[in-house]
């Protein structure tokens, strides 16, 4: 790092941006393999929480690749500097006082540990959407499933590249058995109760 890159600190705290929105900021993090129902999900609970009167902001896999990430591919270094990036941005609207839903596979344990730990005690909440994976595979609108078995893609989670389930998420969906809205309301449960 550049010794002459310093951290400018502002007048404006996170309390304060907190006390001013009457919230206080959380990265809600979904993970889980391509077609699980992480972004489904994820709108859904945006829009809740929106109507709610919370100051809320997703974030999507797919919509970060079209710009931030857009040089990036799916190999496991691209893979870990995306989610390195992801977590970033994703601490930044944190800082800001935002509730900041996060729906990326991001298939590895310690990339998700890692923007754990900078978010802060608390700060953090990993949702991972359990689904079977023959049920995604069933859901695959885009097909990509079959050019991964058909070896068309390459890294592909789930079939040719490893998916770290998480070791202890604060929240587990199973979106094969639960609606959506039964999703969103256990995920807006678990938040009301830890304030």
């Known amino acids: 790092m550049n010794n002459n890159i310093v951290w400018q600190d502002t007048k404006v705290t996170v ?14 993090w979904f993970t889980g393999l391509s077609g699980s129902g992480k972004s489904t999900i994820a709108v859904e609970l945006e829009k809740y929480l929106y109507q709610k009167g919370f100051f809320t902001y997703l974030l999507d896999g797919d919509n970060i690749r079209h ?13 870990e ?14 800082d800001a006082g935002l509730i900041t839903i996060a729906s990326f596979i991001s298939p590895y344990q310690k990339d998700r540990d890692r923007i754990r730990e900078k978010a802060g ?4 909440i990993e949702v991972f959407v359990d689904c079977p994976l023959e049920v995604c595979e069933q859901r695959d609108v885009k097909g ?4 991964a ?3 068309k893609i390459t890294d592909f989670t789930g079939i040719s590249a490893p998916y770290e389930k998480p070791e202890n998420p604060e929240i587990i969906v199973n979106s094969s058995m639960d609606t959506v809205n039964e999703s969103v309301e256990k995920i807006f449960d678990y938040i009301q109760k830890k304030g």
């Open 15 to 28: 309390s304060d941006r907190e006390r001013h929105m009457k919230q206080e900021g959380r990265i809600i």
């Open 67 to 79: 710009g931030l990430n857009s040089e990036l591919t799916f190999s496991p270094e691209d893979r």
């Open 81 to 94: 500097e995306n989610i390195r990036r992801i977590g970033e941005v994703a601490c930044l609207f944190l």
């Open 121 to 124: 005690k608390g700060r953090f």
């Open 144 to 147: 990509l499933y079959k050019m």
């Open 149 to 151: 078995r058909e070896g």
